[in-house]
C-alpha cells in the first residue's frame, strides 16, 4: 500500500511558476516510477510528466515540454513538478501516482499506475 499527497497548487498569473510536490508514504518510494497527470474542467484526465526510479531518465506530453520538469528525491520520499511559463491552458486539477512500470514512455497511459493522490487545484489567470 502506497499513500500519495500532493500539496503546491494555488492561484497564479500567466507566466508564472509554481512547484508541486508528491509526498509518499508506506512502501518503498524508490521502487516506484512516478507520474504527473492533470484534468482540466470538463476534459478527461491526461498525462503531463513521468519519472523513472533513478531519476535519470523522464518523459513529458509535448503541451508542456521545455516549461515543466518532473524531479524525484528518494531520500525525502517526494516527487515533484516544476511548471514554468503558465498559461491558462494549464489550469487543471494536478494527481500525482506511482507506477510499476520500467518503460517511461509507456508511463503516458493511466493504465500503468497503481496508486493516486487525492490531487491539488492548479488556477492560472489570464
Known amino acids: 500500500q502506497v499513500q500519495l499527497v500532493e500539496s503546491g497548487g494555488g492561484l497564479v498569473q500567466a507566466g508564472g511558476s509554481l512547484r508541486l510536490s508528491c509526498a509518499a508514504s508506506?512502501?518503498?518510494?524508490?521502487?516506484?516510477?512516478m507520474g504527473w497527470f492533470r484534468q482540466a474542467p470538463g476534459k478527461e484526465r491526461e498525462f503531463a510528466a513521468a519519472?523513472?526510479?533513478?531519476?535519470?531518465?523522464?518523459y513529458y506530453a509535448d503541451s508542456v515540454k521545455g516549461r515543466f520538469t518532473i524531479s524525484r528525491d528518494n531520500a525525502k520520499n517526494t516527487v515533484y513538478l516544476q511548471m514554468n511559463s503558465l498559461s491558462s491552458e494549464d489550469t487543471a486539477v494536478y494527481y500525482c501516482?506511482?507506477?510499476?512500470?520500467?518503460?517511461?514512455?509507456?508511463?503516458?497511459?493511466?493504465?500503468?499506475?497503481?496508486?493516486w493522490g487525492q490531487g491539488t487545484q492548479v488556477t492560472v489567470s489570464s
Open positions: 501516482a506511482a507506477s510499476t512500470q520500467r518503460t517511461p514512455p509507456l508511463l503516458r497511459s493511466s493504465l500503468w499506475y497503481t496508486y
Open positions: 508506506g512502501r518503498i518510494f524508490s521502487n516506484y516510477a
Open positions: 519519472i523513472n526510479w533513478g531519476g535519470d531518465t523522464t
